[in-house]
């Protein structure tokens, strides 16, 4: 086969050129000039044996792609059983959010299972990581280390090991030496990645790649990463708090709604059974401001208490600052509190908080919001056995969220009695009984946290002048 060579192609219009250069010569976009690898010209197809041979669907070997459990269980939970043999793996996550952490002690678990396992690591050195492993107990004669970065190598190190698993950390640090363009770049974790989907397929074992985010959340590299291999998991978590989420973005081989719920410990990552008497554990009760939502993530119920204070603004456009909270929302929230109840909060710095460092960004929440806001403002707690779930609209409405029996049944499980819900809502599961209202102001009445309808607010204004 003829060499390769290098050239510079333009992702929008496909021209190539033959060096890089800030704007393509074809349609003069800039920023789209990619390197890659141009094999020789083929003019037509020819017709081959294929290598494959069709066969009909009924006699496709369904156990072929089996997923074999890492011994991690969240993680396994996430991925529906467990890593499925020739199969890509994408892991993405902040730094120190902790990938490296999680998967060493898959590695172990699978090790100690009696798999081998190839960890190739371009970021942390043999050393380190055997320090590591040390800590996190994962140490195992099936557990081969290697710090190679260069493609070559590394594909000799999964011919040399023959391993069930192969973890590349992270694929950012991988080297083609046939491309120019330095590690990281898009060119280079395209072609690497592709190479590794390669060995995956043709040797049958799982292989599992650290990517790092960006600052906007996205994967650093091009997308099409995302769509070269079978699975993308993404590692969440404030970096301040120990709790880590695990949620799949796409899966070839199962439902991408689980999520897998982790504790940062002395002793690494620890699953979380029941994340929401974790999230509550240190509740208090009888405080203003604060109302528990049943929110779900992917198909997991989580109870999360929201908090907001508010106080008299010293600043001429008072401080809105939401945690784990969407800032649109609350300000929607706000402004829907103001026009249709009568809540004034022009005056008012705002904190609104999801306490546990979870982010709440579901319209379910808007409910609950809305009313530890109003119980901030007037001072009055609302029940400690009541959760409040639905979605506020423009006009002060409520309406009734998905799953709805799900969620309340997770409150019911931690002792919750009412739950303040929308009309439409169905039937409440047994031990916890609907407190039904059909918009905002209802809600707040009906909870005491004002005495009666107020003065709408076109007459309110006049007055106070
Ligand atoms: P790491 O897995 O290195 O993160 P990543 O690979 O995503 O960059 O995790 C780094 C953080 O985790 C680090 O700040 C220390 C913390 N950590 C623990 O708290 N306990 C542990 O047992 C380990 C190994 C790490
Ligand atoms: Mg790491």
Redesign the pocket.
């Known amino acids: 086969m003829a060499r390769t060579r290098t050239v510079y192609r333009c992702t929008d219009c496909g021209a190539d050129a033959p060096q890089w250069a800030g704007q393509c010569s074809g349609c003069h976009a800039w920023n789209t000039l990619v390197e890659e690898l141009d094999g020789p010209a083929v003019g037509r197809v020819s017709v081959l044996t294929p290598t494959t041979v069709p066969v009909p669907i009924g006699e496709v070997d369904p156990t072929e792609f089996a997923p074999r459990p890492t011994g991690i269980g969240e993680l396994d939970r996430v991925l529906g059983g467990g890593l499925v043999p020739g199969s890509v793996t994408l892991l993405g996550?902040?730094?120190?959010?902790?990938?490296?952490?999680?998967l060493l002690q898959a590695a172990a678990e699978v090790a100690a299972a009696g798999g081998t396992v190839l960890y190739l690591s371009g970021e942390e050195s043999p050393q380190q990581i055997r320090l590591?492993a040390e800590?996190?107990g994962a140490l195992h004669p099936r557990l081969y280390l290697a710090s190679e970065v260069a493609l070559p190598q590394v594909v000799g190190a999964i011919e040399h090991v023959q391993p069930d698993l192969v973890v590349v950390?992270s694929v950012q640090t991988l080297v083609d030496p046939d491309l120019a363009s330095a590690p990281g770049s898009v060119a280079q974790v395209r072609e690497c990645s592709h190479r590794l989907v390669r060995e995956a397929k043709e040797r049958g074992c799982a292989v599992v790649l650290?990517g790092h985010v960006t600052k906007e959340g996205g994967l650093a590299g091009p997308r099409v990463l995302e769509h070269v291999v079978d699975t993308v998991l993404a590692?969440e978590g404030d970096r301040h708090h120990a709790l880590r989420l695990l949620r799949v973005v796409k899966h070839r081989f199962g439902s991408t709604q689980e999520l897998g719920l982790f504790e940062?410990?002395?002793?690494?990552l620890v699953g979380v059974p029941d994340p929401s008497g974790m999230f509550l554990a240190d509740r208090r009760a009888g405080i203003p401001g604060s109302v528990v939502v049943p929110t779900l993530e992917g198909n997991r119920p989580l109870l999360v208490e929201l908090q907001v204070l508010t106080s008299i603004s010293a600043l001429p456009s008072p401080r809105r600052s939401a945690t784990g909270i969407d800032t649109g929302r609350l300000g929607m929230v706000l402004a829907v509190l103001h026009q249709r109840v009568g809540v004034l909060t022009a005056q008012l710095d705002v904190y609104a908080l999801a306490v546990g460092g979870v982010k709440v960004a579901e319209p379910g929440a808007d409910l609950a919001l809305a009313l530890a806001v109003a119980s901030s403002i007037t001072g009055r707690t609302l029940p400690d056995d009541l959760v409040a779930c639905g979605e506020v609209g423009l006009g002060g409405e409520l309406r009734q969220v998905a799953h709805t029996p799900r969620r309340l049944s997770e409150a019911a499980r931690l002792g919750f009695k009412r739950a303040v819900v929308p009309f439409s809502a169905p039937e409440p599961p047994d031990g916890i009984e609907a407190v039904r209202v059909g918009t905002l102001l209802d809600a707040v009445v009906r909870l005491g946290l004002i005495a009666e309808p107020p003065i709408p607010i076109h007459r309110r204004r006049t007055q106070e002048r």
């Open positions: 996550g902040e730094p120190g959010i902790g990938k490296s952490t999680v590591r800590r996190l950390d650290v590692f940062m410990t002395e002793k690494g």
